[in-house]
């Protein structure tokens, strides 16, 4: 990386916004055309036939409930959007949080926040940001389209993913399907719903195209990876919200705009969010697993790595590994390049992160790897995560 690019990259004002307004200002280092991006908070289906809703993943299954089909030209709905703005809007709610922060004089103030989330389980399971329920949240209420409030509870958040499952005490409620990010194309419809700039616009509906995908932005606690770009209009509020395709199924978490451009929002692909809900589903809580290693995609790799060692175009870069951990113990080694996990191409960190979390502590994973231009397999056992 140049001297030049160094300076630009110091100079850039890269802003997350949490919640309903601006707490901070976080200097961060991006290229100079993503200059002010700010953590948005955003946040189908026509009235159709009722079926039920199961995200297949990795031969395991996750049953949310009821959810309705997007359907077009019954009537009711001229457009996709129309239709699919029938349908999603009453599975978004909208999250209002408070927290105790200290002034620089140390005494407490309370701060509140609106943010959005999206229904994953009839039985209240709700997907968000980790900006919006964090940990430090001492109280969030929880408002459905019926009018209902409820009381949260923050069940599972991660700040690396930004990603946080909730959960509230109701039966019956309406989920939206779950899609396949992995199939996501650049120019295929995106339709955001969730709450910009607070309650007074709750579930608003905005929509345009799948701009880019694989972006990766970093922020102040690390790298936001492998995102999904769209032009579809959000704003601050929004963060949690789902990003949905043609059929009204979610492709991805709202959680990112650029403030200085138009036009550019960032979605967490849903894929990620799947594994990670099928374990809490069932015992009620998640536990990371890893390889024990530290890795760069190929989107990532020029923030971290010189020139002359950015030469792969695929797969993962292994920049360090765990002493003791699953990957030393298979023989994987710094400057190896992860090309699969158990048969899956593995390009990005989220799909690395994707099929690693579907297992268990004591699991072996086959890692397909090149090094010095030969091509390698070892078998991985994963540990428990942090």
Same mark, same amino acid.
Request: charged share 20%; proline share 3%.
């Given at each position: ?29 991006i ?20 079926f ?10 996750? &049953? ?5 089909e997007?359907?077009?030209?019954q009537?009711s709905?001229?457009?996709?959007? #129309? ?30 926040? =609106?943010?959005s ?20 949240v001492?109280s ?8 209902? @409030?409820?009381d949260?509870? /923050?069940?599972?958040?991660?700040? @690396? ?27 295929a419809?995106a ?10 616009? #709750? ?21 936001? #990876?492998? /995102?999904?770009?769209?032009?579809a209009?959000? !704003? ?15 492709i *991805? ?30 015992? *009620? ?15 990532i790799?020029?923030?971290? /790595? ?14 360090? &590994? ?10 994987l080694?710094? *400057? ?7 048969? @899956? ?7 690395? %992160?994707?099929? /690693? ?6 699991? %072996? =994973? ?5 090094? !010095? ?8 056992? &994963?540990?428990?995560?942090?």
């Open positions: 990386m140049n001297d030049d690019l160094k300076a630009d990259l110091e100079k850039a004002d890269l802003k997350k916004v949490d919640l309903n307004k601006e707490k901070k200002h976080i200097p961060l280092k290229f100079p055309l993503l200059i002010g991006l700010i953590g948005a908070v955003i946040g189908g289906l026509i009235v159709g036939g009722v039920l809703g199961i995200s297949y993943f990795n031969g395991n299954t996750i &049953v949310q409930g009821g959810t309705k997007v359907i077009v030209n009537g709905a001229d457009t996709v959007v #129309e239709a699919i703005a029938q349908v999603v809007p009453p599975s978004v709610v909208g999250i209002e949080t408070t927290e105790t922060a200290k002034t620089t004089f140390g005494q407490k103030q309370e701060e509140t926040g =609106v943010g989330g999206f229904i994953l389980t009839s039985d209240g399971y709700i997907a968000t940001n980790q900006h919006v329920a964090s940990n430090s001492s969030m209420k929880v408002s459905l389209a019926d009018g209902n @409030t409820y949260g509870k /923050l069940i599972w958040s991660d700040s @690396t993913l930004d990603l946080a499952i909730i959960k509230i005490d109701a039966k019956g409620l309406p989920t939206l399907q779950l899609g396949d990010s992995d199939n996501v194309v650049v120019g419809l339709v955001a719903v969730g709450n910009p700039m607070g309650l007074n616009f #709750e579930r608003t509906v905005t929509s345009g195209i799948v701009s880019a995908l694989n972006r990766s932005i970093p922020l102040d606690n690390g790298i936001a #990876e492998d /995102l999904i770009q769209t032009d209009s959000i !704003n601050s509020g929004n963060s949690g919200g789902p990003l949905v395709n043609k059929d009204g199924a979610v *991805g978490i709202n959680s990112y705009k650029l403030t200085t451009g138009e036009g550019m929002g960032f979605a967490i692909p849903i894929n990620i969010l799947k594994p990670i809900l099928n374990e809490i589903v069932a015992t *009620g809580k998640f536990n990371s697993t890893v390889m024990g290693i530290t890795g760069y995609d190929r989107a790799a020029n923030y971290y /790595l010189s020139d002359s060692a950015v030469n792969f175009s695929k797969g993962i870069y292994i920049a360090s &590994v765990q002493s003791g951990g699953g990957a030393t113990n298979a023989g080694a710094v *400057g190896d390049i992860i090309l699969d996990i158990d048969g @899956t191409e593995t390009n990005t960190m989220l799909k690395m %992160k994707e099929i /690693l979390y579907a297992k268990n502590a004591g699991d %072996k =994973v086959s890692v397909t790897y090149q090094r !010095n231009g030969q091509t390698l397999t070892t078998d991985v056992t &994963v540990s428990a995560g942090e």
